[in-house]
């Protein structure tokens, strides 16, 4: 079976309103008001984010902290809300790309290792031939 791997590039509005939507749906609502800021961080290979939002009704801008396996499951849902095509069974991880946020999608990759494209690339090189004698 073809193995594939998947990449979604999320930009910081889109990880907010995925965070957004994925907290209502869990009855666990962000505050509603302004969003200020989209921090993407990186602690020992675990994504965090913080979202700052400013709150409608005037108090003090409040950050929150988001963690990888939630913003992995805000953004799986977020791709079916929006139609973005997205393999159920594969194995997901998420990567900081600069100020914007990847999904890793990867289904039927086994024993290659992160980086993928490294593993491959060495899986594929053609095998040296013996040089003839002259």
């Given at each position: 079976m073809p193995a594939e791997i998947r990449h979604i590039v999320f930009c910081g509005a889109e990880i907010a309103s995925a965070v957004r939507e994925y907290r209502r749906a869990a009855g666990r609502p962000l505050p509603s008001g302004s969003l200020r800021r989209v921090d993407i961080g990186t602690n020992a290979g675990s994504v965090r984010v913080s979202l700052d939002i400013a709150?409608?009704?005037?108090?003090?801008?409040?950050?929150?902290?988001?963690?990888?396996?939630?913003?992995t499951e805000a953004l799986v849902l977020y791709c079916g809300a929006h139609n973005v095509p997205l393999p159920a069974a594969g194995a997901k991880?998420?990567?900081?790309?600069?100020?914007?946020?990847?999904?890793?999608?990867?289904?039927?990759?086994?024993?290659?290792?992160?980086?993928?494209?490294?593993?491959?690339?060495?899986?594929?090189?053609?095998?040296?031939?013996?040089?003839?004698?002259?």
């Open positions: 709150p409608d009704n005037g108090i003090a801008t409040s950050t929150w902290e988001i963690g990888s396996a939630e913003i991880s998420l990567q900081r790309f600069g100020d914007s946020l990847l999904l890793i999608v990867a289904l039927n990759v086994t024993g290659a290792g992160w980086p993928l494209s490294a593993g491959l690339a060495r899986a594929i090189q053609p095998k040296q031939m013996p040089q003839a004698a002259d």
